[in-house]
Each structure stands twice: as structure tokens, then as C-alpha cells.
């Protein structure tokens, strides 16, 4: 087969890396419109189609994987005046579609399906006004993640306001009375390189206004990859904007009272820096009242600080660091009908979920919401208005998500909306040793035990501080229901144990993430859950860039890898798509001893040839902007010249990107992924 491969020329370019020669030989596939690099595409494609032919099981994962997302779904609903909304999606339907609930009855907003009955644009972001009289959605086609804002009557479903393009998913604050609000967008593309990612700035845009009229309020010559969000009391009175410089673990945070300064200049004041943080403010709050802080300020599992708006400098510790949790949710319920105020607070211990409730005064705790299993929660919901109710989403490994609806007054905690369907399968969480630390692993099978050595997919992320939460996975059910055994480990360089575990495997500590996941397939052989030959490997964007380090770095512990939007060329990669926001992660080859890292492990410069690599599947979207398709074509190039091993393979998706798609591209995403897997491993589909 590997004679079939498309041509790929060989060329002599390469880079100089601080006196190292660092050969680049697929250069070319970076550009996308080229034709050479378009024929070479069309021509992956006709191999990989005529490999999934030839697969038995592959229209078998599909049907399955369509059974077990067939039921629907509904995101936690968002209190304004008399009006809750959410979004749903119908069992059986493809995309959601935003609604809006008054007293009894429920009634769709935005449908995006009527927008463009062909399935390619998504809902994107939404915000109702404080009173709940207007809303603000964001929409983009073709999976590039360009958002157009709108504004439409909730009332009447009409549109009063839009498009307000040079949006990226903005956040949006409405001030009182909702005429006007608060967004984030780029500066025209004349104002500096970037393409259409950078130089954003935080505007003031009256509803029905000309785009050009509105009003910079914040960003002014700040640098290119600064990234903001923007927020109002739920009174509105202040206003809460935030700074990034790119993915860096610092955040600041900027405080403006509306009612001292107008909302066309307003005096935005530096609260906190030099910390991951995030405010939290109650209606009717003054400057001398309290408000807080969710930060990691001197506490890398994080904790709650109070303090006064006059003098946020001279702060209090209400809620402390947990040594065996990390804090991830707050929020206030202070409402009149409670004898004491108290706060809500979500902790991650060993990447499962965990809520309690405190006294929101002296912060001791006063009760807990027990949750259905080891699971995941999403951030909490709550009234503007002083109140007693909350709601969150929760899901785990064999749950669809679910919404739940906890009142203070009382104390208990009853679904708000319920999935159907779900899944038998067992999860268990083990430990495993990996240098000097201890990393946690979760399996998925059918006994809860290694019975007998099965096919496995080991998965992972280890970035950005981002955790690997139990979420219902149809991927997962239906691969154990086959009889197969899912891992996911919660690697160095994500969330799980704080931001010390974060920073243990970033920047010059990268090597540390993929060393436990190499641990991983060790304990999982050694325990006996699986063999050499049943372990495969998946992940996505720095997901892929794991197992495609994991592949090249041990080619013979796996036996199949699929690597999904992979970020591959890490001498490279800061040049495009959102390259250049990740450096605070990653590093880059500008600075010396940052190379000497990158080099170290950049998957596309250690594809060794005549190197028995396993089977290896690409996939990526043509319209991913966070990721360039680049990284996989030249990968790809590189692995079916040098492999002598297992056949490797480039999937393109066409008119979806990184983010959001219709139920149905993921489900034929999904259940190709398990079809080569199943197919290297040898695995039936159910």
C-alpha cells in the first residue's frame, strides 16, 4: 500500500535554529492553495475512502454511535427578568437551537438551522440583556469560528441590530436598559499583521448604530496577542474587563464603577495581576461593599479572597486552598428568603467533581450537593437579582448531561431537565507511578477489572491547564460495549492537581507530559488491561500533538494512533493559525533554550526514516483556524515516506473547523476514528 501514497517531493528547504540546520522538507504543503498541495489532498482523500471500504465494521460504528447521541440535550439555563434561556437540542436533531422559557411555555429564539439549512453555521455565544428584553447571539459558517453578532427583540423574535463582524466568540456585557453593551473585537486588518486573530480591543456599541461609531474603551496600543473578555454586575453598575497575553496563566483584572465615570470612558482600575483570576460581583454592590476573587494568587489549587471595590488590594482569605481539590466554581446566593448569605463553591478533586456550600461571611461550610457519580459540572447559573436557586449541568463518563436545580432555601438539589439513554459501562480511576510523581488514570470497561488483556485506547491532553473531566462519552460507551477499554490519563500540563501540575508540563517542562503518558501504556500493559499489540492511542489538537510525540518518541508501544487537529511542527507552529497566543505554553524557537525543548520532541522532525511506525490515521478540518491543516499534511508526507510499518492515512473534513459542528460531522468523525482503531487492534463493532 505504501507505494500508493501520493507524491510528495522531497525539498532541500530547511530552517536555521541558532546554528542548527533543521531540514524541512514538505515546506510546501504549508500553503493550501496551491495547487500542488490541493492535488495532493484529493488524491489522500481517494486512499483513505478506498480504506474505509475496505473496513467491514466502519458503516456498523457509524449506526452505533448515531443510536447513543440520538438523545437530546439542554445547557443550563440563564435567569433575566422573567425569562429563562437555554439551549436544546431535540433528540434526533442535528444542531441545538436557542430558547427562551416564560412562565410555562417554551418557544425557540434562534434556530440556526433557518439561518442555513445546510447545516454548516453554528451558535457560537449569547448574552441577554440584564433585563431580558434583548438578546446578543454570535454565529459562524464553515467551522472558521468568525462570529457575526446580532441583536434581536426576545419578545418579538425580531432582529433590531447586526451583523457586527470582527468577532472571535466574544463576551459581551450589556449595561442597564439594554441600548447598549460591552464586546471585544479585532482592529481593521490594515492596523497590523495577525490575519483575522489579533490586535483586539474592547468596544462600546449602542444598539442600531453605525459599526464605525463605536467607541474603543479599552486595549489601546496594547500588544498583538492580548486577549480580553468583558463582564457587568448583575446590576450593572460595574464593569469587569480581563487581560491575557495570549495562553499565559496570568490574568488582569480591571474594575470601572459606571455610576463614577461614564460608560464611554470608563476608569477601569487594575484589581489583580500576576495570577489566574476572577471576579465575582452581587447586585447592589457599592464601593465599600464586598465582592471576590477566584484566584490562584498564592494558592495553585486555587482559593476565595473578599474584599471591598474601594480597595481591592487589601483582600481577606473567606474560602482557603484545599490540598486534594482544586477550586473551579463559585457563585452567590444572598437572596432575601435565606436566613444567611452563603456561597457556592465547585472543586475538582483528582479531575472528579465536588460542591459545597459555605457561610458566605466567615466562609466555614455549612452543607454540600451530593452529585449522581464521579463526574463533571459546568459552571454555575444564578439570578441577577438577589436570590435563592441555582442551576448546573452534571455528566460523567456513562451520563448524558443533565441539569440540575439546587435551592438554598431548602437545601436540595432536583433535575431541572434529564437526558434519556446513558450506559452500563464501569468507571474505576487507578494510580500509577511516572518519575517522581503519581498520575491518575481513569478505565472505562465492562467489569471494572483487567479480566483479560483487551484493545485499549489510551487518551490524554496534558495543556493549557486543562483537565480531563469525566464527560459522557458515545465514543467511549460504544467502544467498551464492544468490548474494549478506554484510559484517560490527567497528564503534567493540565488541570487536574492545580496550577503547579499545569506548570510541571509546559514551556521547558513539556518532556514531563509525555513521559506520564508513555507511564500510562506501561501500567495498562503491566496490569494486564491490554498488550503492546491492543494498545492504540488517540487525542486532538494538543491532544494530537501528545500521541504524535508519544508515537515518535516509541513507536513500537503503540500498535494504531490517531491524531486529530495536531499541532506537529513546533519550530514552526507560533507562524500561523494561533500560533503565535500559545508561546506562554510552549516556548518558541526564538529563544535558544527554548529550541533546544521544541526540537527536542516536534513530532515532524523526529519521524525517523525506516522507522517501523504503527498504523497512523490524520485528521483535520479545512476550516480550522486555531490549528493549520499544515501540521497534519506535512506530518502525513513525512510518515509515508519513512514508515516501513502500518499504513498511515489523512482524513479532511470539509466545512467545519476546530470548534462546534452538527451532531452528525461528529458522529462520522467519531465512528471513522474507532473504525481504524478497531480494525488495528481487532475489535468488532458492537
Keep these: 500500500m505504501r507505494g500508493r501514497y501520493p507524491t510528495a517531493p522531497r525539498e532541500e528547504t530547511a530552517d536555521d535554529v541558532h546554528g542548527v540546520r533543521v531540514p524541512d522538507p514538505y515546506r510546501w504543503l504549508e500553503d493550501g492553495t496551491s495547487p500542488q498541495t490541493q492535488r495532493w489532498v484529493e488524491e489522500q482523500d481517494v486512499l483513505y475512502q478506498q480504506f ?33 434561556f437555554f439551549e436544546h437540542r431535540a433528540a434526533g436533531a442535528d444542531l441545538p437551537v436557542l430558547m427562551v422559557r416564560e412562565g410555562d411555555v417554551d418557544r425557540p429564539l434562534v434556530d440556526v438551522r433557518g439561518l442555513d439549512p445546510g447545516g454548516r453555521m453554528v451558535l457560537d455565544a449569547w448574552e441577554p440583556s440584564l433585563e431580558g428584553e434583548r438578546l446578543a447571539f454570535q454565529v459562524s459558517r464553515d467551522g472558521t469560528e468568525e462570529s457575526l453578532l446580532y441583536v434581536l427583540d426576545v419578545a418579538t423574535g425580531r432582529p433590531v441590530d447586526g451583523p457586527v463582524d470582527r468577532i472571535r466568540r466574544s463576551s459581551v456585557g450589556w449595561l442597564p436598559g439594554g441600548e447598549s453593551f460591552y464586546y471585544v473585537a479585532r482592529l481593521p486588518s490594515e492596523h497590523g499583521p495577525g490575519g483575522g486573530h489579533y490586535h483586539r480591543r474592547v468596544y462600546l456599541h449602542k444598539v442600531g448604530a453605525d459599526r464605525d461609531s463605536d467607541i474603543l474603551v ?153 452529585l449522581p457519580g464521579t463526574g463533571m459540572v459546568s459552571a454555575f447559573s444564578v439570578r441577577p437579582e438577589p436570590g435563592h436557586e441555582m442551576w448546573f449541568s452534571y455528566t460523567d463518563f456513562t451520563t448524558p448531561p443533565r441539569v440540575l436545580h439546587f435551592d438554598a432555601r431548602t437545601g436540595l438539589t432536583t433535575p431541572w431537565w434529564t437526558a434519556t439513554g446513558g450506559s452500563d459501562v464501569v468507571t474505576t480511576q487507578e494510580s500509577y507511578p511516572s518519575a517522581d510523581v503519581t498520575v491518575r488514570l481513569f478505565l472505562i470497561s465492562r467489569t471494572g477489572r483487567p479480566d ?61 507530559t509525555f513521559d506520564d503518558f508513555h507511564a500510562a501504556g506501561d501500567h495498562l500493559v503491566a496490569r494486564g488491561w491490554t498488550t503492546r499489540s491492543m494498545l492504540g492511542t488517540l487525542g486532538g489538537s494538543n491532544g494530537g500533538l501528545l500521541v504524535a510525540a508519544a508515537v515518535t518518541q516509541r513507536p513500537r508501544a503503540y500498535a494504531a494512533v490517531v491524531c486529530m487537529s495536531p499541532l506537529l511542527d513546533m519550530v514552526r507552529y507560533h507562524l500561523s493559525g494561533l500560533g503565535p497566543s500559545w508561546v506562554p505554553e510552549y516556548g518558541s524557537v526564538d529563544d535558544e533554550d527554548q529550541a533546544q525543548t521544541l526540537l527536542a520532541y516536534s513530532p515532524y522532525h523526529h519521524v525517523t526514516p525506516a522507522t517501523a511506525f504503527p498504523p497512523v490515521l490524520l485528521t483535520v478540518s479545512d476550516g480550522d483556524t486555531r490549528v493549520d491543516p499544515a501540521h497534519a499534511r506535512k506530518m502525513c508526507a513525512a510518515l509515508q515516506h519513512s514508515s516501513t510499518g502500518g499504513q498511515v492515512l489523512f482524513r479532511l473534513d470539509r466545512g467545519v473547523g476546530h470548534g462546534s459542528r452538527a451532531l452528525s460531522r461528529t458522529v462520522a468523525l467519531q465512528s471513522d476514528c474507532l473504525a481504524f482503531l478497531a480494525a488495528n487492534l481487532g475489535l468488532t463493532a458492537p
Design 452 to 512: 483479560r488483556p483487551r484493545p485499549v485506547i489510551l487518551t490524554g491532553y496534558g495543556g493549557f491547564g486543562i483537565s480531563m473531566a469525566p464527560a459522557y462519552s458515545p465514543q467511549a460507551a460504544a467502544w467498551v460495549e464492544a468490548g474494549g477499554v478506554v484510559a484517560i490519563a490527567g497528564l503534567r500540563g493540565g488541570g487536574e492537581e492545580g496550577e503547579q501540575w499545569h506548570r510541571a508540563g509546559r514551556g521547558n517542562l513539556k518532556q514531563n
Design 218 to 370: 479599552f486595549g489601546d496600543g496594547q500588544a498583538m496577542t492580548r486577549f480580553f473578555t468583558v463582564g457587568m454586575s448583575p446590576d450593572g453598575r460595574w464593569l469587569v474587563v480581563t487581560a491575557t497575553t495570549g495562553t499565559a496563566p496570568d490574568t488582569e483584572v480591571y474594575l470601572a464603577d459606571l455610576t463614577a465615570s461614564s460608560p464611554e470612558r470608563p476608569d477601569l482600575r487594575l484589581v489583580m495581576a500576576g495570577a489566574r483570576t476572577r471576579l465575582h460581583l452581587a447586585p447592589g454592590t457599592d464601593p465599600d461593599g464586598s465582592m471576590w476573587l477566584r484566584t490562584d494568587h498564592g494558592a495553585p489549587r486555587r482559593r476565595i479572597l473578599s474584599c471591598r471595590p474601594s480597595t481591592p488590594e487589601r483582600w481577606r482569605e473567606l474560602i482557603p486552598e484545599r490540598g486534594d481539590a482544586v477550586l473551579d466554581h463559585f457563585a452567590v446566593l444572598d437572596g432575601p428568603e435565606l436566613d444567611r448569605p452563603v456561597a457556592v463553591v465547585g472543586w475538582i478533586r483528582h479531575a472528579a467533581a465536588e460542591i459545597t456550600v459555605h457561610d458566605l461571611v466567615d466562609g466555614n461550610q455549612v452543607g454540600a450537593i451530593e
Design 52 to 84: 474505509r471500504a475496505t473496513l467491514p465494521d466502519a458503516d456498523r460504528w457509524r449506526a452505533e454511535l448515531t443510536a447513543r447521541t440520538a438523545h437530546g440535550y439542554r445547557g443550563t439555563p440563564r435567569a433575566r427578568g422573567r425569562r429563562l
